[in-house]
């Protein structure tokens, strides 16, 4: 419980000194906004399919955005040496910035879900699911930019590192084309990634009962993510500390 | 007194090379004892370790009772650290990185913000409290950066070389705020290479270089050392090689100091060395002054370390503080 609210401290810390700031915000916006109306001029009638998935990569670059610098920038700055004195362990301070992360990751999405959904016209047809699986999405993409982030050196290979995983994910996961009409073999690269599910999910619940995969087990393999990531993390996070230090 | 810190042996290596090679000590309660010593000594490497940030390769440390590798967490609650360079978070004010601290340290709710303004008010930042951090002076962000360590009323406070890189006054104010600190109970463990520095503000003082202690005692016995010598202190046109040559064939001399145009002579026996010495420099030099001074601790450390003083007048390139 200690370990919770201390995390949320640090979370709290980092969505007021780096987060919340305009221009950040203003990106993360932006980005999927010009992915909708791109797609929007050139099929106008299919957006409603796309809606979801755009939702899908705007949790994604936002979650990912910060968190896979962070770590790396602070202990550039040596701002993670306060964190390391104080009597906190290494997983509360992984937690405290994955929160982080994905509450800012959040927010945008909820931004984003509020003027694309009304607008396209559409209704959430089952909401808890659509919560869970944000909320999932939320962590799981954070902790993929917070894998990044422990694991590089410096704050350029970081971001390099995360494009590198991002872009291919716009077009492998569902987004603008369905997993199941790709050709052989890339819905095998598909189903390696974390986005597949939740465009998978978020689809079945915006839209109904469409998509390919039973929500359970989209819902079981990002739990499943959630958890490998953050094991990984924490481990390599530990070992590059004390290495380091 | 009890021993609120004790080292055994501790040792840390980088490589091949021992940063802290073997040491051993204990801090009282309540004392402020200091680490003196050039770049490089290992003074940095030794706080580091006892504050858990940096594990030891060899030995052990108990900081407030607590084994520093077996109980880190409870070694942390207890203790402020103060890096060398004042590295708070640029873009929070003074209130909310005290703030934050004390949410990291566990203080409880009602009492996070009474005790941050507190720290504002005994540091003289309290006008400064909602500016930034970066937007602070350079001696405004070492005071809160020593108040942020003491946000959750440590017993101990580390503070890795508290006045360098400021200024005479806020070096001095500095001083004034850590003798009050020590008032109210803080154990205090500082590092310096300043040797005033170290004699006007500690208890005891250990003198490292290369990674071992060299001396440990109080500045007064320390200064005993050198008691009965007394210093000649000659100024030159110039210092020939000729002159350094025969000078160090003089019997008599504790030690002999050669800096720019000044020879600095520790001597017992005033009256037999000084004749000889004349001798020789009237040879190759136009002797200017000749003073005979008493020893100072600054004096004591070139006894006892065989170095040069001005090696811990040497100061780091300023680092950028954050
Ligand atoms: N992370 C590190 N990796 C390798 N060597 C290191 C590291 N940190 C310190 N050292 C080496 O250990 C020795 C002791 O360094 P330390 O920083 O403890 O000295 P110090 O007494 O604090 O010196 P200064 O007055 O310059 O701060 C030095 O030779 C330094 O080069
Ligand atoms: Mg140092």
Redesign the interface.
Known sequence: MKELSKAYFIAKKDLSAYYLKPPLISWGLMLPIAFALAFYFRHPSGIKEVVPGIIGLTLLFSCTSMAAIVITFEKRIGAMERLLLAPLNFRTILLGKTLGSTLFGLMVAVLISLILIPLMGLHIKHFWAFVSIYILSGLTFSLLGILISVGVKEVFEAMTMSNFFRFPMIFLCGVFFPVSEMPFPLPVLSYLLPLTYSVDGLKHSVLGDNATIPLYLDVFILVGFMFSLFSLSLFIFKKRIRQEL | MDNIIQVRELTKFYGNNPAVDHISFDIKEGEIFGFLGPNGAGKTTTI?IL?????PSFGFALVNGHDVLKEP??V??TIG?V?E?S???G??TSF?NLN??A????VPKRERRTRSLNLLKEFNLIEHQEKPFQTLSRGFKRRLTIATALVHDPKILFLDEPTTGLDVMSARDLRKLIKNLKKKGVTIFLTTHYIPEAESLCDRIAVIVKGKIRVMDTPENIKAQVKDTEILEIALDQVTEEIKNQLSSVKGFEALVISDNQIRIHTKRIDQIILPVIEILKQGAQIKTINTVTPTLEDAFVKITGLDSDIMKINKPEKAS?
Not at chain 2, 51 to 55: D, K, R, Y
Not at chain 2, 103 to 106: I, K, S
């Open positions: 580091r504050a858990g940030l940096s594990q967490l409870k942390k609650k650290f890096p360079t590295n708070l978070y873009e929070l909310k934050y601290h949410e990291l340290y566990g954050v």
